[in-house]
């Protein structure tokens, strides 16, 4: 009888330690794993921050949310909150929205993979604050594109304010 009530709390043990260590991962609906590399070029991929921007535009939260995969992630430049829900990311842009910002790419780096494409560089906002001011934002920024259901959709964005002053280049005389 020890012998069982032994056995029968290791095997516990070992049990609950499995658990701690397993994390549950939710079913993904990506298709990309599947379907042959859909072809797609660095011009098509710089296109789609111009549609992200297009959709800034808009100044609805709905239309700038439904470019990002059902389950992306935005580390988003004027919040210090990881979005990691379509109803997260959407309430950011809801108060992001307000100071009607435009974005303008400075430098960027694109790379393309199976499916997967992404837009690394630098850009700058404009965004514009109470009593009309209008304010210049420098950001750094990540976007990772996946092709999914047939369509490119935002996995992953990261936008930062730039750590340094950039200082300005004197005019010359």
């Known amino acids: 009888m020890k012998k069982i009530f032994v056995a029968f709390c290791v095997f516990?043990?070992?049990s609950l330690s499995t658990q701690a260590e397993?994390?549950?991962?939710?079913p993904h609906a990506e298709t990309h794993n599947s379907v042959v590399c859909v072809?797609?070029?660095?011009?098509e991929i710089a296109a789609m921050f111009d549609e992200w921007n297009?959709?800034?535009?808009?100044?609805d939260a709905h239309n700038v949310a439904m470019l990002y995969a059902h389950d992306a992630v935005l580390l988003p430049?004027?919040?210090n909150k990881p979005r990691t829900?379509?109803?997260?990311?959407?309430?950011y842009f809801v108060h992001f929205l307000a100071k009607k910002?435009?974005?303008?790419?400075?430098?960027?780096?694109?790379?393309?993979?199976?499916?997967?494409?992404?837009?690394?560089?630098?850009?700058?906002?404009?965004?514009?604050e109470k009593h009309g001011k209008v304010k210049k934002v420098a950001a750094r920024y990540s976007f990772v594109y996946e092709y999914d259901d047939d369509q490119w959709l935002i996995e992953h964005h990261h936008s930062s304010v730039m750590p340094e002053k950039i200082k300005k280049q004197k005019k010359a005389i």
């Open 101 to 128: 910002p435009q974005g303008k790419i400075d430098w960027r780096i694109i790379n393309i993979g199976c499916n997967t494409a992404s837009d690394t560089g630098l850009y700058t906002f404009t965004l514009h």
């Open 85 to 91: 829900t379509h109803d997260e990311i959407e309430d």
């Open 54 to 59: 297009a959709a800034l535009a808009t100044l």
């Open 39 to 43: 072809k797609t070029t660095e011009t």
């Open 22 to 26: 397993t994390k549950f991962i939710p």
């Open 12 to 14: 516990s043990a070992i």
């Open 77 to 79: 430049t004027i919040s």
